[in-house]
Nanobody, 124 residues
Framework: QVQLVESGGGSVQAGGSLILSCGTSGYIGGDYMGWFRQAPDKEREGVAAISRGGGATYYADSVKGRFTISQDNAKNTVYLQMNSLKSEDTAMYYC??????????????????WGKGTQVTVSS
């Protein structure tokens, strides 16, 4: 049984940083891991994704230069380093895994497995 567990969310002031972690267990099969977020009354947004095999990374324009996705395959963990946080980054952040491709790396419909999320709140 595949499980994804996010951690590291919290409250931070604008300009601050947080590191989210996503621990995985079970056989995932797919090559991509992604971070998504959803704020109240907004659609889910793909934030960042990484190819587990090749290490290629993908970012939403809204977070480029501020967020970094990385992985530690030995620990079966994916990270999202978030710097220069803004109030508009406030959302529930979800980790996902599946058979996405480079073209669909930031499309949530391409992911099969999801964590329960971790809340990030940025105050201005």
């Amino acid at each position: 049984q595949v499980q994804l567990v996010e951690s590291g969310g919290g409250s931070v002031q604008a300009g601050g940083s947080l590191i989210l972690s996503c621990g995985t267990s079970g056989y995932i099969g797919g090559d991509y891991m992604g971070w998504f977020r959803q704020a109240p009354d907004k659609e889910r947004e793909g934030v960042a994704a990484i190819s587990r095999g090749g290490g290629a990374t993908y970012y939403a324009d809204s977070v480029k230069g501020r967020f970094t996705i990385s992985q530690d395959n030995a620990k079966n963990t994916v990270y999202l380093q978030m710097n220069s946080l803004k109030s508009e980054d406030t959302a529930m952040y979800y980790c996902a895994a599946g058979y996405a491709s480079a073209r669909w790396a930031l499309n949530g419909n391409a992911y099969r497995y999801w964590g329960k999320g971790t809340q990030v709140t940025v105050s201005s």
